[in-house]
């Protein structure tokens, strides 16, 4: 009976776990997809199975729920992150779902998403391949439920196509990135921008006004070849021998269509041919010399490589055509086999001097006009080398890379590290990608064996655990970049897809993306990164690497805080690794640290609760995060101050700990002022002016704090309450607050900065040594 009824159990549960498809298999994609192929699966489906359309199916409303809850959840980075950790518990939503009606998903779902020539754009897009690149962009701005950006459409579809390879055309949907569109002011529908200038198109919304609008702003030449030019161009020691070249053969006529061909044909092959035009009427030698004697029509276009070889093309008029016809005589990257490809990898790691190689991955017949797109990379990557690795002929090589997907770029760097190219596989990103990364010689990606290898050999190695379909994966890594560049070598930076190892990751405890972890050297805890740009990456590993913040632990809190000195003070953070509000502490926690690090007896540390259970039950630690203050004159730990305060950052803590500080500042009433400021005795004064109710005052106060201890001694420091003693504040001519004021002589200092005060206070004092009454004074 029990084994019946065990039996029933598992059936039951296997019906169940058929019900709950997995999401990724409900929409057809790949647990990889990014948000664009999860986009066109949804809405290809969504046309199918809409219950508009399939209203003799009692099922059709629960499917199509199931099917947008999917989607909805795939396409956000937060909702997909936890439904791959947890599974559906990990993304149940309260509510009924809803969906939009059937010619909603067919008209305005998506506009532009199945047209090649245009790039949907999200936020990490955005910021990466427009803001982060010189390349021309135009982009619509568009809300789907426009009327005027439908109408629209059908003209940016025939631009997009007539001008593909001239600039790059790119799609913000502004229902789904709001938030990208707020950030560029778009407050309507369409709104056109030619980037990288910001430039906004306001004509007629025709195919020959906007066609005109980029051609304007296209800064390409062609060159007029006459026979004096000729000349130049055919001596062989010139400049340009070697160099492609086209030629227009013209007539003599003005032709604004055809001038527009020569110039979108000068755009596409810029930095590959050089383009140049011979009017055969005036030259008409020339061009018969040009053609090499042929009978020509007038308008032929010559291909003419390397002054011997000549490629009559055909007479087209589409630049387009033309453009793909002179790229097809242009020479592949070097073709690489599995002995060629593993000499290039043996000379990068003995050779610190050994050129970057950028290298496609590829499998089975190549997509033609991928590989036209791909030629133009020489005029694109600069001194990058380029190279072609066809993975069918060498499975091995591939795999142990590995090579995951066709096709795949990766850049090979000096010292045998590589980094994989995780994006579009256009020419313009991928450049864009190899530049990046061959400015972060030292950031390389990585395999689960590489980095068991890597932590046992020690050193500082930090790792960033992500998925490449995650936009704030996308978003970190041109950060990374820049820290690893910064920090010269000293650290290793290395990325480990989620994605194509997610069982490593899980081991690795990883339960988000990305997740960016420094290890120091074998032995030691893994180190949490939480922050989002290269300057707070390079202070955070410096500061692990530098310590700034004390690391306490049952071993040794004993002795540093519960022995402390009566003269001493200790900040301490009791925090928990997994909690939020404790992570974005971390950063400012190191930072109030270096802001008291010339207070030398206090003392910044921190406990982590996870890892020392007993030391936070013992100290009767509850919340995370738990700031305590144990002051000057304390002895043990039964006297402390706990911090309440809203605000967590670095100033408003340095602040109330300023609070405990005995303070050489004085107050002064206009009488002390006048006798000990006014007159004339010897000392020299500097003087805050303030009002209790001005936040600028408050925060200033431990800065001034600050320059009261620097120059103890020599300078006194003192404060005026010009709320309360407002007269005082008029004749001493003090317009704004805080106002510092430099005695005798009433020099004002304009600035908050204790540093920058301390400089100025050092001029004045020279100034007054040189000066014969105040030195006869002092002699007195």
């Known amino acids: 009976m029990v084994m019946l009824g065990l039996s029933k159990f598992l059936i039951l549960m296997l019906v169940v776990s058929s019900l709950a498809q997995d999401y990724y298999e409900l929409l057809g994609v790949t647990k990889s997809a990014n948000d664009k192929e999860i986009r066109k699966a949804f809405k290809k489906l969504a046309v199918k199975m809409h219950p508009d359309k399939n209203k003799g199916d009692p099922d059709a409303h629960a499917n199509f729920v199931k099917l947008t809850k999917a989607y909805e959840v795939l396409k956000d980075q937060e909702s997909r992150k936890k439904y791959d950790l947890f599974g559906e518990d990990g993304v149940k939503t309260t509510g009924q779902q809803t969906y939009h009606s059937w010619s909603y998903y067919r008209d305005n779902f998506g506009i532009y998403d199945d047209d090649p020539q245009i790039i949907t754009l999200n936020g990490a897009d955005f910021e990466e391949s427009v803001l982060g690149s010189d390349a021309l962009w135009f982009i619509n701005f568009y809300s789907p439920m426009c009327s005027h950006c439908h109408t629209l459409a059908p003209v940016w579809r025939r631009l997009a196509q007539e ?6 055309f790119g799609a913000v949907n502004c229902e789904e990135e709001w938030v990208l569109c707020r ?9 056109l921008f030619l980037y990288p200038m910001r430039e906004r198109y306001v004509g007629d919304r025709e195919m020959p006004q906007l066609k005109e609008f980029i051609l304007k702003r296209l800064q390409v030449e062609i060159i007029k070849i006459d026979g004096d030019t000729w000349k130049i161009l055919s001596n062989p020691d010139d400049q340009y021998q070697g160099i492609p070249w086209v030629l227009f053969l013209l007539d003599g006529t003005s032709d604004i269509e055809q001038e527009e061909v020569r110039l979108i044909v000068a755009a596409m092959l810029e930095g590959l041919a050089l383009v140049g035009e011979v009017n055969c009427v005036v030259s008409h030698a020339l061009c018969q010399e040009v053609s090499g004697g042929r009978t020509h029509p007038i308008g032929l276009i010559i291909f003419w490589k390397n002054k011997d070889s000549l490629y009559p093309l055909d007479t087209v008029t589409s630049a387009k055509d033309i453009t793909e016809q002179v790229l097809s005589f242009l020479p592949h990257a070097t073709e690489f086999d599995a002995e060629t490809f593993e000499d290039m990898r043996t000379q990068l790691r003995l050779d610190p001097e050994a050129p970057f190689w950028l290298v496609h991955f590829y499998a089975g017949v190549e997509d033609v006009k991928q590989s036209l797109d791909l030629k133009r990379l020489p005029a694109l990557v600069g001194d990058i080398k380029l190279g072609r690795f066809h993975c069918g002929r060498a499975v091995d090589a591939c795999r142990a890379l590995p090579v995951s ?19 579009r596989e256009t020419a313009y990103d991928i450049a864009t990608f190899a530049r ?33 379909w995650c936009p704030p994966c996308l978003r970190l890594l041109p950060e990374l970049r820049k820290a690893s560049g910064t920090l010269g070598g000293s650290v290793t930076f290395a990325t480990l897809d989620c994605s194509q190892h997610a069982a490593f990751c899980r081991q690795q405890s990883v339960r988000s993306y990305p997740t960016t972890v420094l290890y120091n050297h074998t032995g030691t805890h893994p180190h949490f990164f939480h922050g989002r740009t290269a300057s707070d990456l390079v202070d955070f590993i410096r500061d692990v690497l530098h310590p700034v913040v004390v690391e306490l632990t049952e071993k040794n809190f004993e002795s540093t ?4 000195p009566v003269d001493h003070m200790w900040l301490v953070d009791y925090f928990a690794p997994w909690c939020g509000p404790c992570q974005q502490l971390s950063p400012q926690w190191r930072k109030l640290a270096k802001l008291l690090s010339d207070q030398r007896n206090i003392h910044i540390g921190e406990v982590n609760c996870e890892r020392e259970p007993s030391l936070c039950v013992q100290q009767g630690v509850r919340t995370y995060p738990t700031i305590r203050l144990y002051p000057f004159g304390s002895v043990g730990l039964a006297t402390f101050a706990m911090y309440s305060g809203y605000h967590r950052d670095a100033r408003s803590l340095r602040q109330w700990v300023y609070n405990f500080l005995p303070s050489s500042v004085e107050s002064l009433t206009p009488g002390l002022f006048e006798a000990r400021v006014l007159r004339d005795t010897g000392e ?16 200033f106060s431990p800065e001034f704090q600050l320059v009261a201890q620097k120059l103890e001694g020599r300078v006194r420091c003192a404060k005026v309450d010009c709320e309360k003693y407002r007269n005082l504040c008029v004749q001493q001519q003090v317009n704004a607050y805080p106002t510092v004021i430099f005695y005798p002589g009433r020099r004002e200092i304009s600035s908050q900065s204790a540093e920058q005060i301390i ?22």
């Open 163 to 168: 001008l593909e390879g001239v600039v790059r």
């Open 183 to 191: 950030q560029e002011q778009i407050h309507s529908y369409p709104s």
């Open 405 to 423: 997907r066709y096709p795949l770029f990766a850049l090979f760097k000096p010292g045998g590290g590589h980094e994989v190219h995780h994006g």
């Open 436 to 468: 990046h990364s061959r400015a972060a010689p030292y950031m390389r990606s990585i395999t689960p064996e590489e980095f068991l290898q890597q932590t046992q050999e020690g050193g500082s190695f930090f790792v960033d655990f992500f998925a490449p």
């Open 561 to 564: 805080v519960a022995s402390k």
């Open 684 to 699: 020299m004064w500097l003087v805050d002016f303030y009002a209790p109710w001005c936040g600028h005052c408050v925060s």
């Open 759 to 780: 400089r100025r206070v050092e001029e004045f004092i020279a100034d007054l040594q040189r000066d014969d009454k105040y030195n006869r004074h002092d002699e007195f």
